[in-house]
């Protein structure tokens, strides 16, 4: 079974402009989490979403938003980007039995470096 | 405020002895913990889990001990090996009311170093 795929694995963005990211989760799941890792702050939950709708959302601003598809297939933006949105984007996928109990599992993340 | 700690930032054991990693918390509403290796440039991978109703967890090499009481849970690697060398996470999930959202809290991870 493929894993959670992430693309792209790196980006390069300037302060201002916008990005998006997009998350593919394994194959039957069908929970979406997003996490930003930095070296300050280390993994920050950002949200999460099941069914197409956000049933979670961590401590960020509203510059940072996300969708899914029906597909489970998911995406999340930055908008007007500062020199701190720079780090490791990681999503994972959970499978949709249960609830906090199952397991999230990774991809690979993308780097974002704002310059 | 760190829900999750993890004390110490680095750990050396030689090839073949037993490598502890610790982990505290402090929101007494977590029930499930989980264990993730980390490798750089990748994702973390889960390694191994444990909920509340349990004080143990085992998983070939690894073994997961939680003490409720002291809010502490550590990481066994038996024995240790080279390959096992990467960042140890420690992470925290709580029942949340309104639904069975999941949220992960992490700490700030233990770069494990297994020499030959």
């Known amino acids: 079974k493929a894993g959670v795929t992430q693309t792209p694995r790196y980006l390069i963005k300037t302060r201002g402009q916008q990005v998006t990211l997009s998350c593919s989760p394994i194959s039957g799941h069908r929970s979406v989490s997003w996490y930003q890792q930095t070296p300050g702050q280390g993994l920050q939950f950002l949200f999460e979403y099941f069914s197409e709708t956000q049933r979670n959302k961590g401590n960020f601003p509203g510059r940072f938003s996300g969708r899914q598809f029906s597909n489970s297939r998911s995406e999340m933006n930055v908008s007007t980007l500062e020199l701190g949105d720079s780090a490791l984007y990681l999503c994972a996928s959970s499978p949709p039995l249960g609830g906090h109990t199952d397991t999230q599992y990774f991809g690979p993340g993308t780097r974002l470096t704002v310059l | 405020d760190q829900q999750v700690k993890q004390n110490s930032p680095s750990l050396s054991v030689q090839e073949g002895r037993i490598s502890i990693l610790n982990c505290d918390y402090t929101?007494?509403?977590?029930?499930?913990f989980l264990w993730y290796k980390k490798y750089p440039a990748e994702g973390p991978t889960f390694l191994i889990s444990i909920s509340s109703i349990k004080d143990k967890n085992e998983d070939g090499r690894f073994t997961v001990f939680l003490n409720k009481s002291a809010k502490h849970l550590s990481l066994h690697i038996v024995p240790s090996q080279p390959g096992d060398s990467a960042v140890y996470f420690c992470a925290a999930s709580a029942g949340i009311s309104s639904g069975s959202a999941r949220q992960l809290t992490f700490g700030s991870g233990t770069q494990l170093t297994v020499l030959p």
């Open positions: 929101n007494s509403m977590f029930d499930y």
